[in-house]
């Protein structure tokens, strides 16, 4: 089939206003599939999906009534479901002995209950014929990241509460896996501004050693054809993984 057999595939991606989604949006589009994109960020989002003949819909994935409603018009839309590309998510920093309780409830709802949601209201529309769901997940959910310990508890728990579903539903012909992208976004951009001089020296030098792989976050180019072979037939015998895009960072050593 060409391009993983994408034509006409019906899928909803979240965060589709920025980064990582947006790409994907763009992308899957091309590859002739079915597409809603879901975000927060409405100008942005009609924009991008008006450029590449995607549908918008609001979504703020931590909130359980916009979610049920932003899915039931995605997949009216759709006439069904085929795939859930979960790539919306948030990744503020701070010490974590100083982590306020505020920032913690917010990256924990995004990220974590976000997943949980969007996985629920897209649960009974791929039980029609199976289908794939993708949650963007983080290597700091695996090894842990300094100066943004409320991220990577909220990644943690993507990996734990995806390979729980993978097994839960694969009687249903659905595969979950997690997606760990080291990619270089405007998220991680905002994340550079944060840090001093020094600490941006420190973290240049760091990344030389950890990624075998040219030593810096790979491009969104490196991100597509993985995720459009994922969201295909082709991956229909993976489920519950770790799917790591991430020039080797995250290799078992």
């Known amino acids: 089939m060409d391009d993983n057999g994408l034509t006409d595939r019906r899928v ?8 990582q989604g947006a790409a994907l949006v763009a992308a899957f ?4 599939a079915q597409v809603v994109s879901m975000d927060l960020t409405e100008h942005e989002g009609e924009r991008i999906a008006s450029e590449s003949g995607a549908r918008f819909i609001r979504c703020d994935v931590a ?8 899915f039931a018009e995605g997949v009216s839309h759709l006439n069904g479901l085929d795939v859930l590309i979960n790539a919306a998510g948030i990744a503020p920093g701070c010490p974590a002995e100083t982590t306020p309780l505020q920032l913690w409830e917010q990256t924990m709802a995004v990220n974590t ?5 969007t996985n629920q209201a897209a649960f009974e529309p791929l039980t029609a014929g199976g289908g794939r769901i993708l949650n963007f997940a983080s290597a700091a ?6 100066g943004k310990a409320a991220y990577a508890a909220s990644k943690a728990a993507v990996l734990g509460w995806s390979r729980t579903i993978a097994v839960e539903w694969a009687r249903y012909a659905i595969t979950v896996n ?5 990619i270089w976004t ?3 951009e905002k994340t550079r501004s944060e840090m001093t001089p020094e600490q941006l020296v420190e973290h240049d030098r760091k990344l030389s050693t950890m990624i075998p792989l040219g030593g810096k976050l790979g491009q969104v180019d490196d991100l597509i054809p993985v995720i459009k072979f994922m969201a295909g037939e082709g991956s229909r015998f993976m489920t519950g993984q770790i799917i790591a895009i991430d020039g080797g960072s995250l290799m078992v050593r």
């Open 12 to 19: 909803i991606i979240t965060g589709g206003a920025s980064g």
């Open 29 to 32: 589009r091309s590859a002739g």
């Open 63 to 70: 909130a359980k009534e916009s979610v049920d409603q932003a």
């Open 113 to 117: 209950t976000g997943t949980f949601l």
């Open 141 to 146: 959910g695996a090894k842990g990241l300094p």
């Open 178 to 182: 997690s997606i760990v992208p080291a």
């Open 186 to 188: 405007p998220m991680y």
